[in-house]
C-alpha cells in the first residue's frame, strides 16, 4: 500500500482561485460541518462494528451464565447430557467439533495444496481463471445445500459400498481396526468430516493461491534457471517462502469448519457419545445447538447450556481466526 | 535441490551415470507430484459437477410452475414453495438495505480516515473475525436479544441476523476497492477544493462503484442461503405471512425440514429449492465477478 497522504479539509485550500473548477464540489462553502458529519457517521459505524462483537461475547455468556454456575468447569469436561435429568456437560460435543474440523483438514489440505500449485505453476494462462473461479463457486454453495447432499448422496454410498468394504478389510486388523468398526450407517464422524473436507476445500485453496502468487518470481526464476523441477521449486522456494501464511490459510479454514452448522446436523448421526470408531455417530456444538434448541423453552437450564456451549464454540473459533489473521498479515498486506 | 547447486568439485555430478539416475529420479518426483495435483484440481471440479448435477437430476424433475404459484401445504396434497420464497426475497431485501450502508460507512472508514490507526486496525481485525464466525452465533445472538425481549420469533429478527452477516462482507470489499484509487485521484479532488466528505461520496464511492456493488452482491449471495441463523430467530412459518412480526417462512428452513421429512413430496420439493437457491447464488456470483472483470 500507498503511504497515506493526509488530505483532510484543514489543508485543503478554502479560497477557490477562479470558478474553473466543477461547482458541485465547492457548494455549500467550506464543507467543515459536512466533513465533520461524514466523518463521524464512518467512525460511528466502526465503533459499531466492535459493539456488535462485544455485545455478541456478552449476550452468549450472560445466557449461558446460569448453566455455567450451575455445572462449573463439569461444563466443558462432562461428557453427559441428559435433558430430562437437566445434566449437561459440552465434553462430547467439543471433542466432536475438534475431531470433525482435523479430521477435514487432514482431507482438504493436500488436495487444495494440489489445486493452489495447478493454478499457480501448471495450468496455462488461459485455465487459471476460470478453474479458479470454478473452485470459489464450491465456496458459494450454501452449507444446507451440502448438507442436503450428503444426505442423499453421500451416506448412502458410505453404507453400501465405502463402509462395509473399509469394515471388512481394513476393520479386521489390530489396533486400527478399531477405528473403523461398528455397522455401517452411512452416518457419522467420518461422512461428516468429508463434508466439511469439501466445504473447506475451496478456502484453503483459494488463500494458498494467492499467497503463492506474493512469491517474487525472481525468486522461482533463478531456481528454474538452476534446473529445478517444479516440484522442486515449490518445495524449496515457494513454500519456505509461503509457509507462515499456508498455516495462517489452514487455520482459516479450519475455523470455517469448527463452526459448521448445516450440513454436519445432517450427516453426523447426532448421538452424545465419543466413539472410538470413525463410523461411529457423534455431534458437534453447532449441530447440538441446531436440534435441540426446538425442545428448549425460554428460561430453561438447557436453554442456558445451549447458549454456553455457543458462548464456547465462540471462544474456540475466536482463537483459530485471531491466531489466522495474525499469521496471514504479512500476505494480506501485499 | 541439493544435488543440483551441489558444487563441481565433489558430489555425484561429476559421475555421468550417477548423476542421470539423480535427474531421473527428480525427474519422476515432479512427474508424480504434478500427476497428484492434476487429479486434485479435477477432484475439485468433478466435486462441483457432481453436486449441481445432483441438483438438477432431482430438482429439475420436481421444479414446475406450481412451486413458484402456490404455498406450502400438507404433505400428499401438493403445494408449493411460494411462501418460503417470498419470506427469504424479503428478509434478504431488509438485511441488504439495513447491512450494505453500515458496511460502506465502516469500508470507507478503514480505507479512508483510519488506515494506520489503532482503531481502524481493531475494527478491520473484528470485521475480520465477524466475516468468518459461525453463522449459527449469530442466530443465538439476535435470539438473546431480539426474539427473547420482543417475546416471539419474527421476520424482524431473521431479517437482523442476516444483516449481522450482510456488514463485514460489504466492509471487506468496500476496503479493498477504495484502497485500488490511486491518490493522486483524491489530491486532485481536494485540490479542487472540495471537502473530503464530497471527494468520498462524489469521487471515491463513484470510481469504486462495480466494486463495492461486487461485494454487495456477494453478500446477498451468502445471506440466501443461510439456514443456521434463522433457526432462532424466524423460525419459518408453513402458512402464508406477510407480517415481519411474526414468524416467517425462508427457503433454506423449509429445505431443512423438507429434506429431513419422511414424505416423498416434500423431499421432492427440497430439491426443487435447493436447485432454484444454489442457482441463484452461483448466479449471483458469477454476475458479481464478472463486474470485477479486469480490476483486479
Known amino acids: 500500500m500507498q503511504q497515506a497522504v493526509p488530505i483532510s479539509a484543514d489543508n485543503a485550500p ?67 447430557w441428559d435433558p430430562v435429568k437437566e445434566v449437561f456437560g459440552a465434553g462430547v460435543s467439543i471433542y466432536g467439533t475438534v475431531i470433525t474440523a482435523i479430521l477435514a483438514l487432514l482431507f482438504a489440505v ?29 465456496a458459494a454453495i450454501p452449507s444446507i445445500i451440502y448438507g442436503m447432499w450428503g444426505f442423499f448422496i453421500i451416506v448412502p454410498l458410505m453404507s453400501r459400498y465405502i463402509q462395509p468394504a473399509v469394515i471388512d478389510t481394513i476393520g479386521t486388523l489390530p489396533l486400527v481396526g478399531d477405528l473403523f468398526a461398528g455397522p455401517p450407517f452411512g452416518t457419522g464422524i467420518l461422512t461428516a468430516s468429508i463434508i466439511l473436507a469439501i466445504m473447506v476445500l475451496p ?72 466413539s472410538a470408531s470413525l463410523f461411529g455417530p457423534g455431534n458437534t456444538i453447532a449441530s447440538v445447538i441446531a436440534l ?40 494480506l498486506k501485499a | 535441490m541439493s544435488a543440483t547447486i551441489a558444487s563441481p568439485s565433489s558430489g555425484p555430478a561429476r559421475d555421468p ?97 483510519a488506515k494506520n490507526s489503532a482503531l481502524g486496525h481493531a475494527v478491520r481485525f473484528v470485521s475480520d473475525i465477524l466475516l468468518s464466525a459461525p453463522s449459527i452465533l449469530i442466530g443465538l445472538f439476535v435470539y438473546q436479544s431480539m426474539v427473547v425481549p420482543m417475546g416471539g420469533f419474527s421476520g424482524w429478527a431473521g431479517s437482523a441476523a442476516l444483516a449481522i452477516i450482510v456488514i463485514p462482507v460489504v466492509v471487506r470489499t468496500t476496503e479493498d476497492m477504495l484502497r485500488l484509487l490511486p491518490d493522486t485521484l483524491r489530491e486532485a479532488v481536494i485540490g479542487l477544493g ?37 433457526l432462532f430467530t424466524s423460525l419459518g412459518n408453513l402458512n402464508w405471512s406477510l407480517s415481519l412480526s411474526a414468524p416467517m417462512s425462508s427457503l433454506p428452513i423449509t429445505i431443512y425440514s423438507y429434506a429431513g421429512s419422511p414424505y416423498p413430496d416434500w423431499i421432492g420439493l427440497a430439491w426443487a429449492g435447493a436447485l432454484i437457491i444454489t442457482l441463484g447464488v452461483l448466479m449471483l456470483n458469477i454476475v458479481a465477478r464478472s463486474l470485477l472483470r479486469g480490476r483486479k
Open chain 1, 110 to 138: 493436500p488436495v487444495a495444496f494440489g489445486i493452489a500449485f495447478y493454478l499457480t505453476e501448471l495450468a496455462p494462462a488461459w485455465l487459471r481463471r476460470p478453474v479458479g473461479i470454478a473452485i470459489e463457486l464450491l
Open chain 2, 17 to 113: 551415470r550417477v548423476s542421470a539416475a539423480l535427474g531421473a529420479r527428480r525427474r519422476r518426483a515432479a512427474l508424480i507430484v504434478k500427476v497428484a495435483c492434476y487429479a486434485a484440481t479435477a477432484l475439485g471440479l468433478l466435486l462441483l459437477l457432481l453436486i449441481l448435477g445432483t441438483l438438477f437430476w432431482n430438482g429439475a424433475s420436481a421444479i414446475s410452475i406450481n412451486v413458484f404459484t402456490d404455498v406450502t401445504r400438507p404433505p400428499g396434497s401438493g403445494g408449493g414453495l411460494l411462501n418460503p420464497i417470498v419470506g427469504s426475497l424479503i428478509q434478504t431485501f431488509i438485511a441488504t438495505l439495513v447491512g450494505t450502508p453500515i458496511g460502506l460507512l465502516v469500508g470507507t472508514y478503514l480505507a479512508e480516515y
Open chain 1, 203 to 274: 478456502f484453503i485453496a483459494a488463500t494458498m493461491r494467492d499467497v503463492f502468487e506474493t512469491v517474487p518470481a525472481v525468486f522461482k526464476e533463478s531456481a528454474y534457471g538452476l534446473g529445478a523441477t517444479q516440484w522442486e521449486v515449490v518445495r524449496n522456494v515457494v513454500l519456505p517462502y509461503t509457509r507462515v501464511s499456508v498455516v495462517g490459510g489452514i487455520m482459516l479454514g479450519l475455523g470455517r469448519a469448527l463452526g459448521e452448522t448445516m450440513a454436519v446436523t445432517f450427516v453426523i448421526g447426532n448421538a452424545n457419545r465419543i
Open chain 1, 14 to 80: 478554502r479560497q477557490e482561485p477562479g470558478g474553473a473548477s466543477p461547482a458541485i464540489l465547492r457548494r455549500g462553502g467550506s464543507g467543515a460541518l459536512g466533513d465533520a458529519i461524514f466523518a463521524g457517521a464512518c467512525k460511528a459505524a466502526g465503533i459499531l462494528v466492535l459493539l456488535l462483537l462485544g455485545a455478541i461475547i456478552v449476550q452468549l455468556f450472560i445466557g449461558g451464565l446460569d448453566a455455567f454456575r450451575t455445572f462449573g468447569l463439569s461444563f466443558v469436561t462432562s461428557t453427559e
Open chain 2, 194 to 230: 472540495a471537502p473530503k466528505w464530497k471527494m468520498v461520496t462524489l469521487v471515491c464511492w463513484r470510481a469504486a462503484a462495480s466494486g463495492i456493488l461486487t461485494g454487495v452482491l456477494l453478500a446477498i449471495a451468502r445471506v440466501a442461503g443461510e439456514t443456521a441463523p434463522l
Open chain 1, 292 to 331: 435441540e434448541f426446538g425442545e428448549a423453552t425460554m428460561g430453561s437450564l438447557k436453554l442456558s447450556a445451549l447458549l454456553g456451549l455457543g458462548f464456547i464454540l465462540f471462544v474456540i473459533s475466536f482463537i483459530v481466526l485471531a491466531a489466522s489473521r495474525w499469521l496471514l498479515r504479512s500476505s
